[in-house]
Each structure stands twice: as structure tokens, then as C-alpha cells.
């Protein structure tokens, strides 16, 4: 079975500076993805990023980028220019896709917190 | 275009009872996924239905049962309440459409299910 873990509870940042949460993972599958999602005081959970495992370039959406380190099993989340609004619980999830779905399995979490 | 919606938002029952919560799926989506969400945890995968059938259980007890209807939303039970089963209980939904599989879901804003 495949674990994900993230060995930050909490973290804090300045408000404009660069965070990166931690993100590791065990699975001897070779095709999966893996995601960052962010569930913010309102609870509803959104997709930051996304990465797919064969592909060896890291994903980047506007102020989000991963490190993917497949043979190390790490998938770190870099935030650049944080915002007061990316104040969240931020949870690293790996996917698996099988006949007529997926299957996801998501890390217990990081509290991040914005400071202004 | 609607996103995934759930109801109720909350909802309090007392040990023993039975409880039903509902979920419709993002406009264009036929898979439906339920998850636990412990307060302070990551979401763990109860099961996921497509076509009208459970395809997949993550391991909860079968007093957790769902139900696929045939315009995908879906419901999901849970038999004799535990005060463990406190949480919040997220719905997501994706697409599979002849095999080309959507990896990335959407989720609802989820229902918080106190038990007492």
C-alpha cells in the first residue's frame, strides 16, 4: 500500500517571502501522480498542482512549483511571493489510476500560515 | 457551471443511528468519491462509484455503504453510529470517459457529521 507522508505539522511565513513544504512518499508502482491540494479555513479542498511521474520536467503553476525527486520519492511544494490568502492546510496526496478511476491517497497535512 | 455540491452541511445524530449524506458531481462528471476527513488529519478514501457501482473501498467497514444514481450523484450511508465516526465527509468527483481517465478531482465543500 502507499503511504504519503509530510513531516511538517505547521509552518509559517512572511508575507511576499518563499515557503516549501515537504512532501515523501512509498510506492513501488511506476505509473502514479501526485498533487498538492490546498483546504483553506472554508474547508473546501483545491488542486494547486499537479505532476505526472514519467515526466521529468517539474510542474509549475504561477507562484506554485514542485521539486519532484523520483528516486528519492519527494515532492516538495515551493511557494513563492506568499500571500495572506494562502493561509490553508495544504495536503500532498498520491494517485494511482486503475480501471474505472483513481485512487488517492492523501498525507495528514501542513498548517501553513501567512504573516503579514 | 456548478461545482460538486453537498448536503447537508451539517448534521448532529446520536450512537446507533443511521445517517445519509448526498453529493452531486461537477457538471460533465460520472465518478463519484467519498472521503473521511478526522479533524486535523488527511482525508481517508471510504469507496468510489462509476456506472452505478462501488469500483473501489478503501478500508472502512461495510456499515459504510453507498449508492450511485443514474444521473451520478450519489449518497453515502453509514449504519450504527460510533462517536469515531465524527468527521467531515468530503465528496469528490472526476470523469472517465472510454479510457481516457481524468486525473485530477474536484471537491465539495463537504458535510460535518457530529456524533454524540
Known amino acids: 500500500a502507499q503511504t504519503v507522508t509530510q513531516s511538517q505539522p505547521e509552518m509559517s511565513v512572511q508575507e511576499a517571502e518563499t515557503v516549501t513544504l515537504s512532501c515523501t512518499y512509498d510506492t513501488s508502482e511506476s505509473n502514479y501522480y501526485l498533487f498538492w491540494y490546498k483546504q483553506p479555513p472554508s474547508r473546501q479542498m483545491i488542486l494547486v498542482i499537479r505532476q505526472e511521474a514519467y515526466k521529468q520536467q517539474n510542474a509549475t503553476e504561477n507562484r506554485f512549483s514542485v521539486n519532484f525527486q523520483k528516486a528519492a520519492k519527494s515532492f516538495s511544494l515551493k511557494i513563492s511571493d506568499s500571500q495572506l490568502g494562502d493561509t490553508a492546510m495544504y495536503f500532498c496526496?498520491?494517485?494511482?489510476?486503475?480501471?474505472?478511476?483513481?485512487?488517492?491517497?492523501f498525507g495528514p497535512g501542513t498548517r501553513l500560515s501567512v504573516l503579514p | 457551471d456548478a461545482g460538486v455540491t453537498q448536503s447537508p452541511t451539517h448534521l448532529i445524530k446520536t450512537r446507533g443511528q443511521q445517517v445519509t449524506l448526498r453529493c452531486s458531481p461537477k457538471s460533465g462528471h460520472d465518478t463519484v468519491s467519498w472521503y473521511q476527513q478526522a479533524l486535523g488529519q488527511g482525508p481517508q478514501f471510504i469507496f468510489q462509484?462509476?456506472?452505478?457501482?462501488?469500483?473501489q473501498r478503501g478500508n472502512f467497514p461495510d456499515r459504510f455503504s453507498g449508492h450511485q444514481f443514474p444521473n451520478y450523484s450519489s449518497e453515502l450511508n453509514v449504519n450504527a453510529l460510533l462517536l469515531g465516526d465524527s468527521a467531515l465527509y468530503l465528496c469528490?468527483?472526476?470523469?472517465?470517459?472510454?479510457?481516457?481517465?481524468?486525473?485530477?478531482?474536484?471537491f465539495g465543500p463537504g458535510t460535518r457529521l457530529t456524533v454524540t
Open positions: 496526496a498520491f494517485m494511482k489510476p486503475h480501471n474505472y478511476g483513481q485512487n488517492f491517497v
Open positions: 469528490a468527483s472526476s470523469f472517465y470517459l472510454s479510457g481516457r481517465n481524468s486525473y485530477e478531482q474536484y
Open positions: 462509484y462509476y456506472e452505478e457501482e462501488e469500483r
